[in-house]
């Protein structure tokens, strides 16, 4: 039996200079269980995170001003007819969005820390090869004829993630603002596991955010000698140490966020109360 002849537009496995296999693969390990995880674990952090966004209600805690990050800021206009938009005690920031169902009460955030996070170098690596299956795995054809990388549109977007990189950082310090508020109680400084999980968070967030690849740049980018700039070179070898664990923190805050926002959620609802330390 001959070979199959080789299709000079086929890709991967199945290019032009490549041996001549009909299968799609010959590995015989469970390749496809990896992006497998990676595509339910997406898909359960978008389904959660796009209800809970769109729900409107048990965001905030007045008692503890305990705020989900979900809803950080909160600046849809408050109507008292309606009874919805924004609680103007969680509006820490102002209220100038309209009170439309369609718009997320943290409608000047979410599109942004989504951008960061679609543009991020590890989730465009996970979902390439998850969801696009550009490769699903090494030695595994992928389905695709044409590959131009991220030179043409829509993938050459993935360029400005370095922009979106400093729009997170200040996100970032709004959420650490939010945490340092919800020290509070009636009888004033006030302590319980909603101020643990909102600051683990936090805490999560900012590593998360500070061993990006382009913080990465920006401390330490540009320059032919580390000698000459001893404070950049001492930050970027603390970053670059973060950055070896980039893909577990990306991992790990989405499991942070879903957390702190259902507790938050359990706790305005009235479905449990705080646990309290103190106050």
Known sequence: MS??????????????????ISQRTLRTDRWWQSPLVVDLGFAAFVIYATVRAFLQNNYYVAEYHYLTPFYSPCVVKWNEATQS??????????????????LPYAAVTLPFLLLFRLTCYYYRGAYYRSVWQSPTACAVAEPHAKYTGETRFPLIIQNTHRYFFYIAAIISVINTYDAIIA?????????????????????????????????????????KHFSKHPVRYWFWTQVSALNTRHKLYAW?????LMLTDFYIMLVASGTISDL????
């Open 183 to 223: 020290f509070q109680s009636p009888s004033g400084f006030g302590f319980g596991l909603g101020n643990i999980i909102l600051v683990v968070n936090v805490v999560m967030l900012w590593v998360y955010t500070l061993s990006c690849h382009s913080c990465r740049h920006v401390v330490g980018g540009r320059l």
């Open 276 to 279: 309290r330390f103190v106050g």
């Open 3 to 20: 070979a199959p002849t080789a299709d000079r537009n086929a890709t991967g496995v199945f290019s032009p200079g490549r041996a001549q």
């Open 85 to 102: 938009g924004c609680i103007p005690e969680a509006s820490h920031f102002g209220q100038f969005l309209p009170d439309v169902w369609w």
């Open 252 to 256: 790990i805050t989405l499991g942070t």
